[in-house]
């Protein structure tokens, strides 16, 4: 009964002009912090108690408006059908593949197939046998497979797996042969890192609390050792600060064991956050039982190494941005590093170097010019680099799957070319068809797809990248409904992809815009920093400078311009509509980080703080403050449509974060336009379900077309 009440409040409410919504009552409860002298009021704190009955019914609440407004709504199960129709032309999904003691191990995901299962060949050319199906483990629930880890001698696979997008792995070891699990059984882990060189053991991250609310759940992790065959709850603590004080670890970091197969006498062990500068220790193998390592240094975030090194001939290879914005490649020597005095392998040029990735004599080097990427070849052995020439250009990602070979998966794709995946011989440089990923097959509207790559300019005078993607024809007479989405965080450039869910309605005939702004990384090192804490705005001042060119150069006017900011992406988006409501008719705020004061205060936020700040340093609480979007919601302004959306077992952004914003929007804007909150129960941050993914979106998509005024997406009544 209660649905069809708010199923009517929706339609008699929202039918006619929409300047009315009876959105569930949220009240507000005045709490004050006062960091260095400056008092910061929220009126929306008690939203963060998440055990409290009537957060949860707040929470009920909403999720039911939501859904029936979005009931009222065509187009949105139109959507759907359409992603389903392109995912049944697909072949086969390959994934997580590697090569153990010439077993080969993988995930598939049959087009129609809910989530992707764990395989293994006994060589390339056997038949395939199914290990792992997370669709049928436990009766009446969906599981997603984390991990799949083969053990060395391809005879045991540990296999980690959650539950509706909770991030959060059970793990339990296989016998290979025989298709069945042993007894050993871990629950609530950080995932699986590693198998011991004997095969006798795994490492994995043990975590406090397996709940996403709870702010201590992430403090202190451990890499524990479990031995084959005992009980989890005798598990020895490898590495972490309680076991090594020495190392001044700190709390919201994750303490993680690396063995790498190119180099068998080390374990090397690092301290993890999401700072991209790598902080390592490593010690003689022959410590690895002792219960007391001698841990050496092998590098700090001082010398601005980033990326996976690897080892090869003794010498241990990374990419560090010392002295370089464009970084380069150095080495050093691996029994006594010094990076201060490395060897340049590689210089600096004027492409972004993203990736060194060893295969057996080779180390494959990605390269982007911004927009495309471009491969190089580097022989340690003369000491030279070489373009390899790719069969198609775009987005490359690369990877190795058996370092006793030197052939390499190439995948390549772009924002108009679907994803098609080579087999790379470095020796030979030659490229050949993929036996794992076929290329996708997409109906011919697809192929109609033009894509321009812009410059504009900022707030500041700095050009920004700009990727514009529209249907061949498309006129620029200001009429066209508008998507522009991006990101700006931790470095991750928006590189080009085929996106098959938002590529559905380029084909309906709208303009889609990529942002390439500061934060990422498409120009390098400075171009991540000058969108990092106190640089953060230029993130979305460089968006709204880009909506302003959209608008300017005919291609969409603000009454059909929308935008979307996922997780970090949150900051974005809620301050792009907050510092500019007028300029966007609906906006989507996706898992996003939009309470950027309280962000550290959640499950996740320790780990993150090298990112944005913390409140208790006195720069940095101005510049949390100014990256907050409920901080700067006004009333009385005039705000566009806002749909938030909060997963509800989400382990990396807290489901009160977008909650936040969205009560606080609903309460003070005066346009009239809908705010939704809408909550997935049956979700995290993400998920690989395609039901679950498909049905998220198509309510997000669905909603910012309504609101900008695609014809396709209108009222049902």
């Known amino acids: 009964m209660k649905n069809i009440i708010v199923f009517l409040m929706v339609v008699l409410f929202g039918s006619s002009v929409f300047a009315q919504w009876d959105y569930p009552t949220t009240k507000k409860v005045e709490v004050s912090d006062t960091y260095h002298g400056i008092t ?153 890192m590693a198998w011991s060189f004997d095969d006798s053991a795994i490492l994995y991250m043990w975590i406090k609390s397996a709940d996403n609310n709870d702010p201590e759940g992430r403090l202190n992790p451990k890499t524990k050792l479990h031995k084959i065959g005992t009980d989890y709850k005798t598990d020895a603590d490898f590495f972490s600060n309680e076991t090594y004080p020495n190392l001044n670890i700190e709390a919201k970091s994750y303490p993680y064991i690396v063995l790498m197969d190119e180099t068998k006498d080390y374990v090397f062990a690092g301290e993890g956050t999401v700072q991209n500068e790598l902080k390592m220790w490593y010690a003689p193998i022959s410590e690895f039982n002792s219960g007391n390592i001698n841990w050496k240094k092998l590098m700090d975030t001082s010398d601005k190494l980033i990326g996976q090194p690897s080892v090869l001939d003794g010498k241990m290879y990374a990419i560090t941005h010392k002295d370089a914005e464009n970084y380069k490649l150095v080495s050093t020597d691996l029994k006594n590093p010094d990076w201060d005095n490395a060897t340049v392998v590689v210089p600096e040029n004027t492409m972004v170097l993203k990736s060194a990735i060893r295969s057996k004599d080779y180390l494959l080097l990605s390269y982007s010019d911004g927009i495309n990427m471009h491969l190089f070849k580097f022989n340690p052995k003369s000491n030279k680099t070489s373009k390899v020439e790719m069969p198609l250009s775009g987005t490359v990602s690369s990877k190795s799957i058996d370092i006793k070979t030197n052939e390499f998966i190439v995948g390549i794709t772009s924002w108009n070319k679907p994803y098609t995946e080579f087999l790379f011989n470095a020796e030979t440089e030659k490229f050949t068809a993929s036996q794992y990923n076929k290329p996708s097959v997409y109906p011919y509207e697809y192929d109609d797809l033009v894509v321009e790559e812009v410059e504009v300019k900022g707030h500041d005078g700095v050009m920004i990248p700009l990727s514009i993607i529209y249907r061949k024809g498309t006129k620029k007479d200001g009429s066209n409904v508008c998507f522009m989405r991006s990101y700006g965080a931790y470095g991750y450039s928006m590189t080009p992809s085929f996106n098959s869910i938002i590529n559905a309605l380029v084909v309906k005939g709208v303009v889609y815009a990529v942002p390439h702004v500061r934060g990422g990384s498409e120009k390098g090192e400075a171009w991540y920093k000058a969108g990092y804490k106190t640089t953060k705005p230029n993130t979305w001042k460089d968006f709204i400078s880009c909506a302003e060119y959209m608008i300017d150069k005919g291609y969409t006017k603000s009454s059909k311009l929308s935008g979307m900011g996922t997780s970090a992406g949150g900051i974005l988006i809620s301050r792009a509509i907050t510092e500019r409501p007028d300029l966007f008719a609906a906006a989507i705020n996706n898992v996003g980080c939009s309470n950027a004061m309280r962000g550290e205060f959640s499950s996740n936020g320790p780990v993150n703080i090298p990112e944005f700040g913390t409140v208790t340093d006195p720069i940095e609480a101005k510049a949390l403050y100014e990256m907050d979007g409920m901080q700067h919601v006004k009333d009385g302004v005039n705000y566009p449509a ?74 049902k009544y």
């Open 40 to 192: 910061y009021k929220d009126n929306y704190r008690w939203l963060e108690d998440m055990k409290n009955p009537e957060v949860e019914s707040w929470f009920k609440q909403q999720a039911d408006f939501s859904n029936a407004t979005m009931n009222t709504i065509n187009g949105r199960d139109e959507l759907i059908a359409e992603w389903r129709k392109l995912n049944n032309l697909q072949p086969a999904s390959y994934s997580n593949q590697t090569i153990k003691n010439v077993r080969i191990f993988y995930q598939k995901q049959m087009p129609s197939e809910k989530v992707s299962k764990v395989y293994f060949k006994e060589s390339l050319n056997s038949p395939e046998v199914l290990l792992f199906d997370p669709l049928t483990f436990i009766g009446g629930k969906t599981l997603i497979v984390e991990s799949a880890m083969p053990s060395h001698d391809g005879k045991k696979i540990v296999i980690g797996y959650s539950e509706q997008g909770a991030e959060v792995s059970t793990l339990q070891i296989m016998d290979v042969d025989s298709k069945t699990f042993m007894k050993d059984k871990i629950p609530a882990t950080a995932g699986a």
């Open 642 to 715: 806002v749909i938030c959306i909060g997963g509800w077992n989400d382990s990396r952004v807290a489901v009160w974060e977008p909650a936040k914003f969205a009560a606080a929007v609903q309460n003070s804007s005066a346009s009239g336009k809908p705010v939704l909150m809408k909550v997935n129960y049956d979700n995290g941050h993400f998920t690989e379900d395609n039901e679950v993914t498909w049905a998220n979106f198509a309510d997000q998509l669905a909603f910012v077309m309504w609101q900008s005024g695609h014809p396709d997406f209108q009222l």
